[in-house]
Antibody, heavy 116, light 107 residues
C-alpha cells in the first residue's frame, strides 16, 4: 500500500522556521520526482516546490524562493521541506506528493499556522 | 504565471445527470492538464492526466477533453459518491497552477 506520511507542522510565529518531513512507503520513491503542494481555504491549492529523483534539480514557486528548501534522501525514503522566514500567508495544509507533472500519490497533509 | 479559470464554482445536480466542468488557461498549455477530485477532509486524488487519459482504477464515467486553452471534465452519470470538489491543474509552464475548484453537490 502506498503511504506518504507528513509530520512537522504546527504553530509558529512570523519570521520563524519549521521543517516538514515526509516518510514514503509502498512504492519506489527513487523513481519519482517529489513535490510539496499546499492548500488554504482562501487561495485553494498551490504548488510549492519539487525535486528530481537524484536531488540535482529543484524548483520553487517565486513566493518561497530563498526561504524554503526542498530535499530528499532516497535511502531513507524521505522528503523534507525546510521553511524559514515564515509569513502569515504561508499558513496552509502542506501535502507531500509523488509526481512531477501529475500528482499520483498524496499524503494526508500537515497543518502549518503562522501567527503571533 | 498561468491562470486557470474553472467554472462553475459550484453546481447541484441529480443522481444520473451528466455534469460538465470547464477550465480555461490564460495561455496555451497544449494538453498539459490534469483533473483531481477532493472529498472533505481528504487529499486530492488524480482522476485524469494529460487532459484526457483516465488514471488507472478510476471509473469510466469520468472523462476529460480539450487542448490549448479550453478544457472540459465530464461525469457522464453522477453518483452519490462523486460529491466532492474538482480541480484542474496545468503543467505547461512553471509554476504549475490549479483552478479554484468546483464543488459538486447532489440536488
Amino acid at each position: 500500500e502506498v503511504q506518504l506520511v507528513e509530520s512537522g507542522g504546527g504553530l509558529v510565529q512570523p519570521g520563524g522556521s519549521l521543517r516538514l518531513s515526509c516518510a514514503a512507503s509502498g512504492f519506489t520513491v527513487s523513481s519519482y520526482w517529489m513535490t510539496w503542494v499546499r492548500q488554504t481555504p482562501g487561495k485553494g491549492l498551490g504548488w510549492v516546490a519539487n525535486i528530481k529523483q537524484d536531488g540535482r534539480e529543484k524548483y520553487y514557486v517565486d513566493s518561497v524562493k530563498g526561504r524554503f528548501t526542498i530535499s530528499r534522501d532516497n535511502a531513507k525514503n524521505s522528503l523534507w521541506l525546510q521553511m524559514n522566514s515564515l509569513r502569515a500567508e504561508d499558513t496552509a495544509v502542506y501535502y507531500c506528493v509523488a509526481g512531477r507533472y501529475s500528482f499520483d500519490y498524496w499524503g494526508q497533509g500537515t497543518l502549518v499556522t503562522v501567527s503571533s | 504565471d498561468i491562470q486557470m479559470t474553472q467554472s462553475p464554482s459550484s453546481l447541484s445536480a441529480s443522481v444520473g445527470d451528466r455534469v460538465t466542468i470547464t477550465c480555461q488557461a490564460s495561455q496555451d498549455i497544449r494538453n498539459c492538464l490534469n483533473w483531481y477530485q477532493q472529498k472533505p477532509g481528504k487529499a486530492p486524488k488524480l482522476l485524469i492526466y494529460d487532459a484526457s487519459n483516465l488514471q488507472i482504477g478510476v471509473p469510466s464515467r469520468f472523462s476529460g477533453s480539450g487542448s490549448g486553452t479550453d478544457f472540459a471534465f465530464t461525469i457522464s452519470s453522477l453518483q452519490p459518491e462523486d460529491i466532492a470538489t474538482y480541480y484542474c491543474q496545468q503543467f505547461g509552464n512553471l509554476p504549475w497552477t490549479f483552478g479554484q475548484g468546483t464543488k459538486v453537490e447532489i440536488k
